[in-house]
């Protein structure tokens, strides 16, 4: 614990670490309508985490990058101290952008009473379930787990696509060493490059993605990609889901090429100030009583 601001309504922004906050953490993960993605779970670990308490007790958190609050959480039993509380953070830490996954109904009822203009950020994905015909698409065409001398062919498509640091692995020869880098290769070429990574916060989710070599784009190869990645999920027992840039448009054909809908959409809300409500109006809007 290293700052607590306090209010006079007993609210206070206790700053911590992510173990303090672990157990609202996980009660914000239950209550989304979808699982978040990877990316999202690393954007919480980077995140910088507050208690929300009400005078001694934790009744949330919220979790700030820089000027940004990306996540913010409730109990729901003290759902009532959710706006106010929501107010004090913004004022106090300074906010001015929050990002908004749609699958959090609190969060996206919350930032519904603030004037703000929005950047779309992002999209992510969960499988519809649909029949799917699982063989592979491209004639000759291999999908099997990378190896350790796959790495130079990789890199030579990919750059260092797979060596940025998330899912707690930092390097491709990391992912490679652990079975969640996998290969779409016919007799002479790489066509393409999957990824599987393992939810940290909810051990039934994995996030599946790829990368398409550009020689052989738009030939049906990352579709199979994902077909198989899918494959390989379910066949673990673990719930694909999946997340792009919201104006990627290819990947977005490619996954629901697949398969996989868009269940909730990412943006920052850029805060302009909250809307201030009259004190009694009749119905319709704007009469006075």
């Known amino acids: 614990m290293t700052n607590a601001d306090t209010s006079c309504n007993g609210l206070m922004i206790v700053e911590v670490v992510n173990e303090d906050v672990k157990g609202d953490i996980e009660d914000h993960l239950a209550s989304l309508a979808y699982p978040m993605d990877s990316w999202l779970e690393d954007r919480l670990m980077e995140s910088v985490s507050y208690k929300l308490m009400h005078e001694d007790m934790c009744i949330g958190?919220?979790?700030?990058?820089?000027?940004?609050?990306?996540?913010?959480?409730?109990?729901?039993?003290?759902?009532?101290?959710?706006?106010?509380?929501?107010?004090?953070?913004?004022?106090?830490?300074?906010?001015?952008?929050?990002?908004v996954m749609t699958q959090d109904a609190l969060l996206s009822a919350l930032i519904a009473e603030?004037?703000?203009?929005?950047?779309?950020?992002?999209?992510?994905?969960?499988?519809?379930?649909?029949?799917?015909?699982?063989?592979?698409?491209?004639?000759?065409?291999?999908?099997?787990?990378?190896?350790?001398?796959?790495?130079?062919?990789?890199?030579?498509?990919?750059?260092?696509?797979?060596?940025?640091?998330?899912?707690?692995?930092?390097?491709?020869?990391?992912?490679?060493?652990?079975?969640?880098?996998f290969v779409l290769t016919d007799s002479t070429?790489?066509?393409?490059?999957?990824i599987v990574e393992q939810s940290q916060w909810c051990p039934a989710v994995v996030s599946i993605g790829m990368y398409v070599d550009k020689v052989h784009r738009k030939q049906g190869c990352a579709r199979t990609i994902l077909l198989n990645l899918k494959r390989w999920a379910y066949s673990s027992?673990?719930?694909?889901?999946?997340?792009?840039?919201y104006y990627n448009t290819l990947s977005r054909k490619?996954?629901?090429?697949?398969?996989?809908?868009?269940?909730?959409?990412?943006?920052?809300?850029?805060?302009?100030?909250?809307?201030?409500?009259?004190?009694?109006?009749?119905?319709p809007p704007g009469e006075l009583v």
């Not at 809908?261 to 943006?267: A, E, L, N």
């Open 114 to 181: 603030w004037d703000y203009d929005k950047e779309k950020q992002a999209c992510w994905f969960t499988d519809s379930r649909r029949p799917e015909n699982w063989k592979t698409h491209i004639e000759g065409a291999v999908f099997r787990v990378a190896q350790k001398n796959d790495v130079q062919r990789i890199r030579s498509i990919s750059g260092d696509f797979f060596d940025e640091a998330s899912g707690g692995f930092r390097c491709l020869e990391e992912r490679i060493e652990a079975g969640t880098i």
């Open 189 to 194: 070429h790489l066509l393409g490059v999957g």
């Open 237 to 245: 027992k673990l719930i694909p889901v999946a997340g792009c840039w």
């Open 61 to 99: 958190y919220a979790g700030l990058i820089a000027e940004t609050l990306h996540f913010f959480h409730v109990r729901k039993e003290h759902f009532k101290y959710a706006p106010i509380m929501f107010e004090k953070v913004i004022q106090e830490k300074g906010i001015k952008r929050v990002f």
């Open 254 to 283: 490619s996954l629901e090429s697949a398969g996989m809908i868009v269940t909730s959409i990412g943006y920052e809300a850029i805060l302009k100030g909250k809307e201030d409500l009259p004190l009694r109006t009749g119905n």
